[in-house]
């Protein structure tokens, strides 16, 4: 599970990693947050009502859900089954409070903290990507500054300091991850 605050790079290093790992794949998440220009159901996220997404809480159709800003997320047990079931190893991108419920779950999954060079560095990303107001971005902000500060709860911290770099990274922690075991 790859886990950092938003605008650290998670996506973009995930996409690198699905480009040069084809038995790899991304679990997209559910969500009640509203679609942004040029997302589509399905492939960024699977995008829900509040009470659709708490109909399948009460079901137990979730590995983990949590609720950031305003919004619920979560990662449905039929998403990680759809991909394991292909024969593929699951990539999860989660929030620290998703990323904790993983862990307390299924305590063998590898974790992963994306950080960023720095909180002002991180506000420009956020700032530069042109999708939230300001006040949006200013709570990111401060969601991130908890984020980074539970950095030692993973397994692995990458700093994104340069994409090509950060990715390369991250594809020997997953490749060390998937690797068959001897025996």
């Known amino acids: 599970m790859v886990s950092g605050p938003s ?4 996506g973009t290093l995930i996409s690198g990693a699905l480009e040069r790992t084809p038995d790899l794949a991304v679990a997209v998440s559910a969500t009640t947050r509203a679609k942004r220009p040029g997302e589509v159901d399905g492939r960024e996220y699977h995008f829900m009502s509040r009470a659709e997404f708490a109909r ?3 079901q137990g159709a979730f590995l983990e859900h949590a609720e950031f800003a305003g919004n619920r997320y979560g990662t449905l ?8 079931d292909s024969g593929r190893s699951v ?4 929030e620290l409070q998703g990323a904790r419920n993983v862990r307390r779950l299924r305590p063998a999954a590898v974790s992963v903290f994306i950080e960023p060079p720095g909180i002002d560095e991180l506000a420009r990303r956020l700032r530069a990507r042109g999708t939230d107001a300001e006040e949006e971005i200013e709570a990111r902000l401060e969601v991130a500054r908890t984020e980074m500060a539970a950095r030692a709860e993973f397994d692995h911290v990458i700093l994104n300091d340069g994409v090509g770099r950060a990715t390369a990274e991250l594809l020997g922690i997953i490749h060390t991850a998937t ?3 001897g025996g």
């Not at 605008?7 to 998670?10: E, M, N, P, T, Y």
């Not at 047990?77 to 394991?84: F, H, K, S």
């Not at 990539?91 to 989660?94: A, F, G, H, N, T």
């Open 91 to 94: 990539i999860l991108e989660i």
């Open 7 to 10: 605008g650290a790079g998670k």
């Open 77 to 84: 047990n039929r998403e990680l089954d759809r991909i394991l």
């Open 179 to 181: 690797a068959p075991t």
């Open 56 to 58: 399948l809480v009460g």
